[in-house]
């Protein structure tokens, strides 16, 4: 059974930096695609990125382009999310998942395995 653990999430200042964790098992990441969104509170889940099984990474959300960068650790079996420059727009619930397909997508539809989410505040 396939099981992603979030963790790493915070109450953050603008501008500091946070690093979240997608922890597997029952799948090896390595080379296995692996998407990140966010849901605000009030709004609709939307991808951040997106980490193909070629290790290349496709950016979602515009925003985050240049502050957001996502790495595997393979003999961790982990995905992680480095989130720098954080601004209270990225304030959100962060997500890990794993895809239907082999392909990275925006659409959470395509997905089908979910973590339970971590909590970045980002506040002054």
């Known amino acids: 059974q396939v099981q992603l653990v979030e963790s790493g999430g915070g109450l953050v200042h603008p501008g500091d930096s946070l690093r979240l964790s997608c922890a597997a098992s029952?799948?090896?990441?390595?080379?296995?695609?692996v998407g990140w969104f966010r849901q605000a509170s009030g709004k609709k889940r939307e991808g951040v990125l997106c980490i193909s099984m070629i290790d290349e990474t496709v950016y979602y959300a515009d925003s985050v382009k240049g502050r957001f960068t996502i790495s595997r650790d393979n003999p961790k079996n982990t995905v992680y999310l480095q989130m720098n420059s954080l601004k209270p727009e990225d304030t959100a619930v962060y997500y890990c998942?794993?895809?239907?397909?082999?392909?990275?997508?925006?659409?959470?539809?395509?997905?089908?395995?979910w973590g339970q989410g971590t909590q970045v505040t980002v506040s002054s």
């Open positions: 998942a794993t895809p239907l397909s082999l392909h990275c997508s925006d659409e959470d539809g395509a997905y089908e395995y």
């Open positions: 029952g799948v090896t990441l390595d080379h296995y695609t």
